[in-house]
């Protein structure tokens, strides 16, 4: 099967582009953006040498329906989305944050609390919570937005106005779209059987009013879990049954690979990819509840191409 792992386009008034991890996103007369969703797949803050068919596709149409599902509650930087892997929208001035929103201690949160840390981003977390738990409500915990190559950091909202990354008006509708934005992603997920574990909201700001951009809601930004079973294994203190990229993780974490110097990533034979492909299948399936529909991946480029000059020509 064929898959997008790299893209080197030329639009009519195109003024920049940026390749990142797994999006390649193209500037448009300094106004527009033109994302493209890749089928390349990272972990451990590495790109693995193989695409993962449809995986682009996915993650593009998630996002998109999500953004759309939430434009009453904050605007948001799409305009149209003219191919299964391509969206295009607004540009704008991202803020230097990623706000980060959790539902439950789990992940990188859990395992600062295990090892005794009782307070995470300037929120504090109570004693004799367990792996897991649901929070009394959702905390916000905010990352600095890394330059690439580098990792985010963890930073409180204390600091952040400290900085002056964020205005103190700023961050206060920052802080109020991204517990709404939560909210709506946990009742929508509660209709599909799941549970809205965590998740990663970015915003930008243009010609003075704050838009929410990026993508949203999508496996690689948001940890879910199984709702049937939940309480029984958390009960049991046995691991949940996720919905994310996590098992892409854990397999390499099996073949010895953590992204650390030295290591190898483990061989990413046909069955591998294939096998990947078909989990991020089931993701966009029981996410958004619809049969996923396989775009023609003939000549991908090709397509992309001319989908994009036809809507950009139109416009």
């Known amino acids: 099967m064929n898959a997008l792992t790299k893209t080197n386009f030329h639009f009519d008034g195109q003024t920049n582009v940026y390749h990142g991890k797994v999006r390649d996103v193209y500037t448009v007369k300094n106004d527009l953006l033109v994302m493209i969703a890749t089928d390349r797949i990272s972990a451990f803050d590495v790109v693995l040498p193989k695409g993962i068919p449809y995986k682009g596709q996915m993650l593009n149409q998630i996002a998109a329906k999500f953004l759309d599902a939430t434009a009453d509650i904050v605007p948001n930087w799409k305009l149209a989305t003219p191919d299964p892997m391509v969206t295009v929208g607004l540009r704008c001035e991202g803020f ?13 949160a859990w395992r600062a609390y295990k090892s005794g840390v009782r307070e995470i981003c300037g929120v504090p977390i109570p004693d004799g919570m367990r792996e897991n738990q649901r929070f009394a409500q959702a905390i916000v915990t905010p990352t600095t937005k890394a330059e690439q190559g580098w990792h985010d950091e963890d930073i409180s909202k204390e600091e952040i106005l400290k900085q002056g ?3 103190p008006e700023d961050y206060e509708l920052l802080e109020k779209y991204t517990l709404a934005l939560f909210q709506r992603g946990t009742e929508i997920a509660a209709k599909r059987g799941l549970i809205l574990v965590d998740t990663k909201y970015e915003f930008g700001k243009r010609d003075g009013k704050i838009y929410l ?15 049937d079973g939940y309480e029984a294994r958390f009960k049991k203190g046995e691991a949940q049954k ?18 650390k110097a030295g290591q190898q990533v483990p061989e990413m ?26 775009a023609s991946v003939e000549n991908i480029e090709k397509r992309i ?6 809507y950009l020509t139109d416009l």
């Open 305 to 310: 191409e001319q989908n994009v000059k036809t």
């Open 269 to 294: 034979t046909e069955e591998i990819v294939t096998g990947i492909s078909e989990r991020y299948i089931e993701l966009f399936e029981n996410i958004t509840g619809e049969i996923f529909e396989k």
């Open 213 to 227: 951009i990026d993508e949203i809601h999508t496996p690689d930004s948001s940890r879910y879990f199984y709702a």
């Open 242 to 259: 996720q919905l994310s990229k996590e098992f892409v993780r854990e397999w390499l974490m099996d073949n010895g690979f953590q992204g």
């Open 165 to 167: 990354l964020v205005s």
């Open 96 to 108: 230097p944050v990623e706000m980060i929103v959790r539902g439950y201690l789990c992940g990188s």
